[in-house]
Structure formats: C-alpha cells, structure tokens
C-alpha cells in the first residue's frame, strides 16, 4: 500500500516527528502542503493529514489545502500535537475529519499527543511540555500506523 502525509510543522518540529514515525510504519513519504502531489495523493491507498494545533484548529496551511482537493475516495486519517489537552467534546482534529469526509475520503482514525508549546503566555515560563513528544509518545504515533498499515480501522488514539 502506498502512504504519503502530508504535514505542517511551524514551531518546534514536534508534529514533523509524529509524521516521520508514522511513516517508518506506513513506509510512507512526508511531504509539506506546498510539496503534496495531486497525483501521488490520488494514487495512495492510505493519506495522513497533520499538523499543530493552533487556536484549537489544525494550522490553517493545511485546512486550506484539503479544502482545494478535487472530491476524491481513499483512505485517511488525522492527526495532531498540542501543547493543551483535547477537550474530548471538541477533539481538534473533528473539523478536518469532516472536511475530508465532505471530499469522500474515508477517515479510519485519529492520533493526538502533547507537545513542547512556547504560544504567547507559555513562553513567558520558558514554554510546556518541554519534553513531548517523548518516546512514549512516538511509539503509541508508530502503533497508531501499525493498525492503520493493518487494515484495522482505529478509534481516536492519544498519546
């Protein structure tokens, strides 16, 4: 099965480390809204969307770019990393689960983990979460991919 993800990492490079873990699962290619080929993402059996979250949304270079893609089918899943919890009535990556159900994609799942956040009043005490994503994080981002790779539909998975 061919995989690509599509990733925005702006701040720390914590969202980039949950996708290229994601991908040594998935044998999948990281590629950056800008990068992302309409053809390759068309041909994948399997796209993951990520990014950080800011404002409580999913980076706005992202939601832009699944709001261009032409109406397509094939798989999909979410992902994200935030310094704050999710609220689990209003988990961050619903809106972009919805946007892609709206272009026919089929979402198996989602991924969220805590992150190294230096936003506005965090960065006046030096930032949160310093040390996430950690290890423990990465390695439930890389099961979250090995129930993906196996055809197994997740649940939303938090790390």
Same mark, same amino acid.
């Given at each position: %099965? ?19 873990? %994601? ?12 990068? #992302?080929?309409? #053809? ?27 709001? #261009? ?11 994200a990393t935030s310094g704050l919890p999710e609220i689990p ?5 619903r809106p972009m689960i919805r946007l892609l159900e709206g ?7 989602s991924f969220s983990c805590r992150a190294f956040d230096t ?41």
């Amino acid at each position: %099965m061919k995989a690509v993800i599509v990733c925005v990492s702006v701040s720390h490079g914590n969202t980039r480390r949950v996708a290229d873990s %994601m991908a040594q699962v998935l044998g999948a290619k990281v590629v950056s809204p800008e990068e #992302a080929d309409l #053809a390759e993402l068309s041909r994948a059996g399997l796209v993951g969307f990520g990014s950080g979250v800011f404002h409580h949304r999913l980076h706005p270079r992202l939601t832009d770019f699944v709001r #261009a893609l032409p109406a397509g089918q094939g798989r999909a899943f979410v992902f994200a990393t935030s310094g704050l919890p999710e609220i689990p009535p209003a988990p961050f990556t619903r809106p972009m689960i919805r946007l892609l159900e709206g272009k026919g994609f089929e979402v198996d799942g989602s991924f969220s983990c805590r992150a190294f956040d230096t936003w506005a009043p965090f960065k006046l005490v030096g930032g949160i979460n310093r040390q996430r994503p950690n290890a423990g994080d990465l390695a439930a981002a890389r099961a979250f991919a090995q129930r993906l790779r196996d055809g197994r539909k997740s649940a939303s998975a938090a790390a």
